[in-house]
C-alpha cells in the first residue's frame, strides 16, 4: 500500500536517485538510500519502544545529524516531531516520549527513552517494518519554537507542503522586481533546522530531492561546505554573515556568493559597507515570523537606506498599521503592525492565552510598531512589548541599542530594563568594548547619547546573548545582570 505524507517523498528519492546527496553536514554525507535506511531502521525501532501515530516526539540525541535521522524515523511512524532547542522542555509541545541523551529539564523521565551509541547500532540492525501511513496527506509532521525573544517560546504546528512551498518566496521575494532564479540545489541555510528559518531550506530538499546543507557550529567547516558544493545562496543571520564574511582564506569562494537573504535582525550599515568590498552579491533584507510563515516584507539592502526601512510588502502578503482599538491608521503614522500572509498560522499549540493576544480578526501581531508611508514602503520603529517603562518614559531598547553602538569603542550592546530595590523600574546597558575602552571612560559619552534622567548603569560584558537568528535575549539579560545592576546603583558613592 502507498504511503500517504511527507514519508513518501524519501521513499521515492531513494528509488529514483539512491546514491545523490541527501544530508551534508561538515565533511560527512549521506546518500537517500543511506538516509531512506537509517530512517526506517530507526522508526521500526521507534514503534518497539511505544510510538505511535500521531503521537508527539520530542527529540534531543545531541547530534544534528541524529536529530535529523529521527525526525525522519518519525515520519515513518506518522507521528510528529519536535525538537529540543532550548534548556528547559516547553510543556506545550505536550510530547508522549522523549528520545535524548541526558534527561531533559521539564520533561518526565519515565516519558524518555534514553539513547547512546549503542542503542543507535542496535537500531540501525533492526528489520525495517513499512511505512505507516498519515491520516492525511498534507497531515502535521513537525512543531517549531518561536524565538523566545519575549518570554517562554510558543509553539507553532506545520505541514511538510507549507514549510517547502514558501521557499521560493523567500529566495525571490517578487520575481518581477528581484532578478534572482531560486536554486534550491545551492542554497546554504546557516541557521539550524531545528528552528523556522532553517525549516524552509530542509522542507524545499526534502520534497523535491535536493541535497539539504545542515549547517555547522564552526564558520570554517561551513565555508569549506560552500566551496565543495559550489554553494551560490545563502540564507543567514547578519551574525553568521558576518562570520563568513571576514575569513581571507575563503575570499575566492565568497566571490563566487550571488545572493544573500539576511533573516531575524537587520544588517548594520557597517557590516554592509565592509562585505561590499569582498562581493557582488545581491543582498536582501527579509522581514517575517514563524506565526506569519511567508514572508512579510522585503528589500534589497543599500547602504543609504534609512533607519527602520523594511521594503516593501511580499506579493500575497498584508500589512495594515492599527491603533490599540483595532482601527486602521493613515500613512505616516506609526502603530501597531498586523500582518495576514496566505500561509500565515491561526494559533499557539495548547496556549489559548497567547493565541487570543497576537491573533486578532485575521491578523497576526507580533508586538512590532511601525508604519507605511503613501507610497506603500514599511518602516519599523521597535515593539511594544520589549519597550522599557523607566520611570514613566517608555523606551525601545533597540534604538537605545543602535545609539550605545554607534559610539566609538563599543564593539556590542544591549540594553535591558531591571526593577530596583524600590520597585522603580530602570535602564542598564551591557557593552562589549574594544581594548583600550572602559566604561569609566565612555560613561558620559554613553548617557549624553541616551538622554536617560533616572539611574542608568553599564555593564561590560564578555558578549551579548542571541538566539540562532541574532536577535538580542533581553529576558536572560535581566535575569542574569539585574543582581550586578543593583549593587551598582546602590553600592555607596566615594
Given amino acids: 500500500m502507498q504511503v500517504v505524507g511527507p514519508f513518501r517523498y524519501l521513499e521515492n528519492h531513494a528509488k529514483l536517485k539512491p546514491d545523490s546527496p541527501a544530508l551534508v553536514h561538515g565533511d560527512m554525507s549521506m546518500t537517500f538510500a543511506k538516509v531512506h535506511q537509517l530512517a526506517c531502521s530507526i522508526g521500526t525501532a521507534m514503534r518497539s519502544t511505544g510510538v505511535k501515530p500521531g503521537q508527539v516526539v520530542l527529540l534531543a540525541t545531541g547530534n544534528a545529524m541524529l536529530d535529523y535521522i529521527f525526525m525522519l524515523a518519525a515520519m515513518h511512524e506518522a507521528a510528529v516531531s519536535a525538537i529540543q532547542v532550548g534548556p528547559k522542555y516547553v510543556p506545550e509541545i505536550e510530547a508522549d ?11 518526565p523521565f519515565e516519558k524518555t527513552i534514553f539513547i547512546d551509541d549503542d542503542w543507535v547500532v542496535r537500531a540501525e540492525a533492526t528489520e525495517p517494518l513499512p511505512a505507516i501511513s498519515f491520516a492525511n496527506e498534507n497531515a502535521v509532521a513537525r512543531l517549531l519554537q518561536t524565538s523566545g525573544t519575549t518570554g517562554t517560546p510558543k509553539i507553532l504546528e506545520f505541514e511538510i507542503e507549507t514549510l517547502a512551498d514558501i521557499h521560493e518566496q523567500w529566495m525571490q521575494g ?26 524552509i531550506t530542509w522542507g524545499k530538499a526534502f520534497r523535491d530531492g535536493h541535497p539539504y546543507y545542515l549547517a555547522t557550529g564552526k564558520t570554517e567547516i561551513n565555508l569549506r561546505m560552500i566551496a565543495t558544493y559550489d554553494i551560490t545562496r545563502i540564507m543567514a543571520s547578519p551574525a553568521f554573515i558576518s562570520d563568513l564574511f571576514s575569513n581571507p582564506e575563503y575570499s575566492h569562494v565568497l566571490k563566487k556568493i550571488e545572493f544573500v537573504i539576511s533573516g531575524g535582525a537587520a544588517m548594520p550599515a557597517a557590516l554592509i559597507a565592509s562585505i561590499r568590498e569582498k562581493s557582488n552579491a545581491i ?11 511567508s514572508g512579510v516584507a522585503w528589500k534589497e ?50 496556549n489559548r492565552a497567547a493565541t487570543a493576544k497576537h491573533f486578532v480578526n485575521g491578523y497576526f501581531f507580533s508586538g512590532d510598531e511601525g ?56 535602564i542598564a546597558v551591557a557593552l562589549v568594548l574594544q ?60
Fill in 174 to 199: 517578487s520575481p518581477e522586481r528581484l532578478p534572482v532564479k531560486s536554486l534550491p540545489e545551492k542554497t546554504f541555510c546557516i541557521i539550524p533546522f531545528t528552528v523556522f528559518g532553517g525549516s
Fill in 97 to 107: 516520549l522523549a528520545f535524548a541523551r541526558t534527561p531533559i529539564d521539564g520533561f
Fill in 435 to 494: 581594548n583600550g575602552f572602559s566604561v569609566k571612560s565612555l560613561g558620559d559619552q554613553i548617557s549624553d547619547s541616551l538622554r536617560f534622567g533616572g539611574a542608568l548603569v553599564l555593564i561590560e560584558v564578555p558578549s551579548i546573548p542571541r538566539n540562532t537568528m541574532g536577535k538580542v535575549q533581553r529576558i536572560d539579560l535581566e535575569k542574569q545582570l539585574t543582581p550586578e545592576a543593583v549593587r551598582l546603583v546602590t553600592m555607596p558613592r566615594l
Fill in 283 to 293: 543582498f536582501v533584507n527579509r522581514m517575517g515570523s514563524t506565526e506569519a510563515v
Fill in 371 to 426: 508604519y507605511l508611508t503613501t507610497d506603500g514602503d514599511f518602516y519599523l520603529v521597535g515593539r511594544t512589548d520589549e519597550r522599557i517603562n523607566a520611570g514613566g518614559s517608555k523606551r525601545d531598547p533597540n534604538e537605545l541599542d543602535g545609539l550605545v553602538k554607534n559610539i566609538a569603542g563599543v564593539n556590542d550592546a544591549a540594553t535591558f530594563g531591571f526593577d530596583l530595590p524600590n520597585g522603580i523600574r530602570s
Fill in 301 to 350: 539592502i543599500h547602504e543609504a537606506d534609512p533607519e527602520g526601512y523594511v521594503g516593501r510588502p511580499y506579493e500575497g502578503s498584508e500589512i495594515v498599521i492599527f491603533d490599540e482599538n483595532l482601527n486602521s491608521l493613515p500613512p505616516e503614522t506609526v502603530g501597531r503592525i498586523g500582518v495576514k500572509t496566505p500561509h500565515m498560522r491561526t494559533f499557539y499549540r495548547n
